[in-house]
């Protein structure tokens, strides 16, 4: 079955990092884009990184471009989300979700157009 699983959230200080890993069983990660996602009970869903399984390509929401990098490892089928710099306002639940499209940038990352979805791991970010 098709399983995503987040983990490495966790209490953390502001300016501190974090690395948050996704693991993913059920399908070859070569084979599917994957995203980052966040949500604070109330809120939206925003979509916070990305990257293509077509290219390798990233894309990053404005508010943690320079802090955040996206990476992956098709060979262990994980994707990681290196968040340095980290400020309370990145304090939510962390999503990471697939999709079989080849392409994917922030533009097109809506909660709606994902397949998968992991669990999520919380993230809090405070003094």
């Known amino acids: 079955q098709v399983q995503l699983v987040e983990s490495g959230g966790g209490l953390v200080q502001p300016g501190g990092s974090l690395r948050l890993s996704c693991e993913i069983s059920g399908f070859i990660l070569g084979y599917c884009s994957i995203g980052w996602f966040r949500q604070l009970p109330g809120q939206e869903r925003e979509g916070v990184s990305c990257i293509s399984r077509s290219d390798g390509s990233t894309d990053y929401t404005d508010s943690v471009k320079g802090r955040f990098t996206i990476s992956r490892d098709n060979d262990k089928n994980t994707v990681y989300l290196q968040m340095n710099k980290l400020k309370p306002e990145d304090t939510a639940t962390y999503y990471c979700?697939?999709?079989?499209?080849?392409?994917?940038?922030?533009?097109?990352?809506?909660?709606?157009?994902?397949?998968?979805w992991g669990k999520g791991t919380l993230v809090t970010v405070t003094s």
């Open positions: 979700a697939a999709v079989r499209s080849p392409w994917v940038t922030i533009a097109t990352l809506k909660r709606n157009n994902m397949h998968y």
